[in-house]
């Protein structure tokens, strides 16, 4: 069993964009809500920001954005332009302040809130909240020469539930081996789309079976991020008869399963091992 760390900052709901090369200087917390409601009812979080005393001051920017995901798996910001989909929750909700600046030793609070519109339809509601440190110089050199430019920036998941009929669905829209096909192994990528209305973490089962069913190697793979409506993600898995393959056809089977076990997608495809 093999474990995907994949967005495992994600599922910690604390992103740090760029590395400092030192301890970092402000502390957040409150960076998850996920809040299950009803259409039309009012939602509220607070997002805990403070520096610490041995710091100097420094000013961040707050900013709600549409929550995207790369093919990758990586949660990324919706810029003007990207994918917009039925489950944002940046139209109904506001973030306040805009900026805040923060003395040494000092402590601020960011608002979320807002009303789900009454005739919101159930299922999962997303948005990141952005909260980007000003730019700081690390290096050495003489004036600004050898000086790098650095920021460090969090987010702040929104994972609103509204109640109602929950799906979690998907497809396999792709299941193909790379070429040319190995008898020793056989490597495997899928592409897993959420055609649901709400997220989950997916477990991959793969296996490859001769004419009889045998199975004669598999692989699991153990997701720790979730995959949002109505993006897709790509895997790969590996799969390495003990003994290799002799010349002939096989059945390669994929399955996709809830971390209770329920199946949620399966496909399946044939490969020839060729002499």
């Known amino acids: ?3 995907n760390d994949m967005g495992l900052l994600a599922v910690l709901a604390l992103l740090l964009l760029i590395f400092l090369p030192c301890t970092q200087a402000v502390i957040v917390s409150g960076v998850i809500f996920n809040p299950e409601v009803n259409a039309g009812d009012h939602v509220s979080h607070e997002i805990t920001v403070s520096q610490k005393s041995t710091e100097n001051a420094t000013d961040l920017t707050i900013d709600l954005y549409d929550w995207n995901q790369t093919i990758d798996g990586s949660n990324i910001v919706g810029e003007e332009g990207s ?9 109904f909700l506001n973030v306040t302040p805009s900026s805040i600046h923060l003395e040494p030793g000092s402590t ?6 807002g009303d789900i ?9 997303y948005a990141i909240v952005s909260i980007m440190d000003s730019p700081k110089l690390a290096g050495k050199g003489e004036g600004t020469a050898g000086l790098v430019s650095v920021v460090v920036g969090y987010k702040a998941l929104i994972m609103i539930k509204v109640r109602g009929d929950i799906l979690q669905t998907a497809e396999i829209t792709d299941l193909s ?4 096909i190995s008898p020793k192994q056989q490597n495997v990528t899928m592409t897993l789309k959420n055609t649901g209305n709400f997220h989950y973490k997916p477990d991959i089962e793969l296996a490859i079976k001769d004419k009889n069913g045998n199975i004669l190697a598999n692989d699991t793979l153990v997701t720790n991020s979730s995959i949002i409506p109505p993006f897709s993600h790509n895997f790969r898995l590996s799969l390495k008869p003990e003994n290799g393959l002799e010349p002939g056809k096989y059945l390669i089977s994929a399955r996709v399963s809830l971390k209770d076990g329920t199946k949620i997608a399966s496909k399946e495809m044939e490969i020839e091992i060729k002499t």
């Open 1 to 3: 069993m093999r474990y």
């Open 83 to 91: 994918v917009k989909t039925p489950y944002s929750a940046k139209s």
């Open 108 to 113: 601020k609070k960011i608002l979320v809130e």
């Open 117 to 125: 519109p009454a005739d919101t339809s159930p299922g999962g509601r």
């Open 177 to 180: 081996v790379e070429k040319p």
